[in-house]
């Protein structure tokens, strides 16, 4: 069950085209699973649809123009045919992903184990900069960090916990320099997560510490 969602600001400026790329394409993901978002983020752009008509009905209109607009919109559509959706996988195993993710599936590079039982994947966004698939699996964690910027990250697949909650596929999480967490998984299959950080993580516990100086190297 979702039950972390974006902000209606968020999902209202997201409907604007008025958030950074990287919320963009997390937002797009969750609502992607989300009926809820989905459905106010449609209903901002009905708003904004009646604003534009009633912009288009006070000012010149073209014949012309609508008469060739009103053809276009009349051709027929034709039937796209039927591919396979492309799927992560990770040591035989596939997982589906919303369908704002699928497009960079083939941009993903090769997984890498970071620590005990997670593993990492970067994926690139273009000029968006660097996300990275991150799978956990059961007992995995990430030790105890924060964040000297903000991490945006959504659940692909499965569940885990950070000590402030739990987490279940679907769910987008927002953290920054204000959160303290360490992300585990329990799940009997693990846990992925797809995850856009602008900032190097800064781990706060332990030996993890000693990372710091190399955390550029594995969250960047």
């Given at each position: 069950m979702i039950n972390y969602h974006p902000t209606d600001?968020?999902?209202?400026?997201?409907?604007?085209?008025?958030?950074s790329s990287a919320?963009?394409?997390?937002?797009?993901?969750?609502?992607d699973v989300c009926s809820k978002c989905q459905a106010k983020v449609d209903d901002v752009n009905l708003e904004l649809a009646s604003d534009i008509e009633n912009i288009k009905?006070?000012?010149?209109?073209?014949?012309?123009?609508?008469?060739?607009?009103?053809?276009i919109t009349q051709?027929?559509?034709?039937?796209?045919?039927?591919?396979?959706?492309?799927?992560?996988?990770?040591?035989?195993?596939?997982f589906d992903v919303p369908r704002p993710l699928q497009r960079f599936v083939k941009k993903t590079g090769n997984w890498s184990k970071l620590l005990g039982k997670v593993w990492?994947?970067?994926?690139?966004?273009?000029?968006?900069?660097?996300?990275?698939?991150?799978?956990?699996?059961?007992?995995?964690?990430?030790p105890e960090h924060t964040h000297r910027g903000t991490e945006f990250t959504l659940v692909v697949n499965g569940e885990f916990s950070d000590g402030l909650a739990d987490y279940d596929s679907g769910d987008?999480?927002?953290?920054?320099?204000?959160?303290?967490?360490?992300?585990?998984?329990?799940?009997?299959?693990?846990?992925?997560?797809?995850?856009?950080?602008?900032?190097?993580?800064?781990?706060?516990?332990?030996?993890?510490?000693?990372?710091?100086?190399?955390?550029h190297l594995f969250f960047k």
């Open positions: 600001k968020q999902l209202r400026q997201f409907a604007e085209g008025n958030i919320l963009a394409l997390v937002a797009a993901a969750h609502c009905a006070h000012t010149f209109s073209d014949p012309a123009f609508d008469k060739m607009l009103a053809s051709l027929p559509v034709l039937d796209a045919p039927v591919q396979k959706s492309p799927r992560i996988e990770l040591d035989g195993r596939f990492q994947a970067p994926v690139d966004l273009g000029e968006a900069g660097m996300a990275h698939f991150i799978y956990m699996e059961k007992g995995g964690r990430v987008l999480i927002v953290m920054d320099d204000e959160h303290i967490h360490s992300p585990h998984s329990n799940a009997d299959d693990g846990c992925l997560v797809f995850s856009i950080v602008d900032k190097p993580l800064h781990f706060t516990s332990g030996i993890a510490r000693l990372l710091n100086p190399f955390s």
